[in-house]
């Protein structure tokens, strides 16, 4: 089938200067907000955003942890600041060791990431109270208004931030771009006014005052920018209620903003609305802080999300008409160790959904101990995209052709959508979805038609787009004066080799890669991978056999050098890119990869990991492959040994909003299997244990202290043993009785209720240098 779409030229320029956020003065990079893209240093800006909790991880793994953030592609690093994690106590505030924002934000800065601090003071975040210390709740109030007894105590947090802060906003050369005030407040904008104007009055400073934008959030006019959100799955809603329209929406392409999804639990959904699903999209742009990376589980729903839907609702809201890609999380944590109550959601607090005491993983990218996700490697692909063509692909609309889906039921119809100006743009399909597969299309082929100067239509033949596939193809996109026509091939990034830009793209699986250049502008054309065709005025390579050799070398039309390498699936999810051996150079390694002002390491679990590099730095350009050597054995083996069997589940028990309740601290020493889990002696640091197992609810201690805990969903259980000290644990696990009201999806399989450890593993990271 023949798709259509017909790209406008812009209808005129952005509104601009109409809203009152301002830089500092003289900052060689001043950052503005047109009413659809964002600028820094007056060219449009994309940034990507990933959210970590300082306080969910320990301060002496922060930089490292940061590193890879930034080597996945992150530019902005966002935070709650956890009120209760820094006063749980009154008038004892607290930031020292894993508190320390300063610190934190001074490492954004030494790397060159931005910072976002999220202030408050009710942040949510999965987190007792929301945030707000037990002392406020109890004083004579009323939380998140303007009762003036509240915004005391607020007064005194908002005055502690800001010195904390003192000396790194942006005039001062700092890292602090944006603040968020409050969180998920829908109905109370003279609140959210008063708390910036209180924020400010402390000495915060920044460029961007943001808010959260869903639910038919009302704002302060002009005051916040509105930032929204998209999970593709929830923990939050009912056990029972099946995967939620407001979730899968978000494999649709669509230009309605808001999701009224995130957070119903804490809010009305049907009442009363504030404002209509785009009431800012005339003076706002697209710009997000919480496309879910992962998800949380609750006891009562335990959701398992997989990278190929991350990868999914990412590109698709780069089509949609993104501006800003926020995630939430980027990083999982761990809760800290509260002085006067565990640090959790939980029904006990009034809340309606019962968290983990301890895990706060999130199925982030990087887990709660830094563990290298799959979603890590789809994210960092897209991230390459947006850090070469963002700059592009900022300013161009979103358009979608006639023919789409009817509604969310329809999974016949191909999703798809062009970002363009009129001229030239970017294609974008999704075919994926969770829980329910989306067919094979095939036949399948485009006609683009651009206003702003004919059309393009592609492939030269038509393809299948298989089910699964989430990709952007390129349209008209110039590379140092060659016009690439179209590529059935995603653009990851450029790199300079020999004197010649090499645009590296990415194959789709199942559908061989074909280039079309304008004629016009190449001389001659190599291509030993592919096939070479000159047809109505382009250059056609196709049939291209995609891996580390695909390489496509062109002569411009005016004498220069051009060349496209076209890597294989799999193989573009092994790509870094970063400052190395003085210059910029792609690094290729199955495992993670860090660059550290001139220097590489590797994040790997082989014995003698090896990488690529291109172009290597001692072979004259073209990959270099290398091994390091072994640095000796990893750990040894862990031993499981069945001390207890487990004894009758507990009685199930609802709480709030009649969800069931996490089994009470009790039935760990009544009803419980535990296991006595031996470790070696010697432990290299980056060793996780790997816990295969079955039942409802896991906890693991050392003496009597709790260390680990876990609501079961399918997954390996894992347990970062650096957190540990090195002897024996012991490992509880309480079977789920037969009538409990909670969801656990189908990837558990059969027999998931019953308490038992089957086995454990040890795996070893390690953190390798290459010089």
Known sequence: MRHHVRVPEPSGPPLTGHLPFADAPGVPDPIEVTSRYLTRGGRPWFPVSGEFHYTRYPVEEWEEELLKMKAGGVTVVASYLIWIHHEEIEGRIRFDGDRDLRRFAELCARHGLDFIPRIGPWVHAEVRNGGLPDWVLARDCVPRTDDPVYLEAVRTWFAAVAEQLRGLDRGHGGPVVAVQIENELYDQPGHLLTLKRMAQEAGLSAPLWTSTAWGGVQLPPDELLPLYGGYTETFWTEADGGWPDTCRKHFFFTHQRDDEGIGSDLRPVTSVRGSAPDAFADRFPWATCELGGGMAVSYHRRPRVEAADIAALG???????????????????????????????????????????????????????????????????????????????????????SVRPSGQADRETLRWAVRGDGDSGFLFVNNHQPHEALPDHPETSFTVEFDGGGAVSLPSAPVTVPSGATFCWPLRLDVDGVRLEWATAQPVCRVQDGGRTVLVLAAVDGIVPELALDEGTVGAVSAPSGEVAYVDGRVVVSGVRAGVEALVEVETADGGRVAFLVLDAATARTVYRGEVWGAERLVLADGGVVFDRGEVRLHSASERPSFSVFPAPDAGGGFGTYTLPSEGAFAGEATVTLVRSAGDAPEPVTGVQGRASAPADKYFDAAAAEYRVELPEFLPPGTLLRLHWTGDVGRAYVGDVLVADQFFSGRVWEIGLDRVPVGELRVKVLSAAEGAAVYVPMEAGEGWRKAGIERVELVTVRRRAVR
């Open 315 to 401: 590109l698709t809201k780069i089509g949609c008409g993104s501006v800003w890609q926020g995630y939430y999380m980027f990083h999982g944590g761990t809760n800290p160790v509260g002085e006067v109550s565990s640090l959790q959601e939980s029904h006990a607090t009034g809340y309606p959904n019962d968290l983990p005491v301890l895990t706060y993983d999130f199925q982030a990218p990087l887990g709660e101990y830094g563990q290298y996700r799959d979603t890590y490697d789809e994210l960092r692909l897209q991230h390459l995209l947006l850090a070469d063509f963002g700059h592009l692909i900022a300013p161009m609309r979103s358009v979608l052709p």
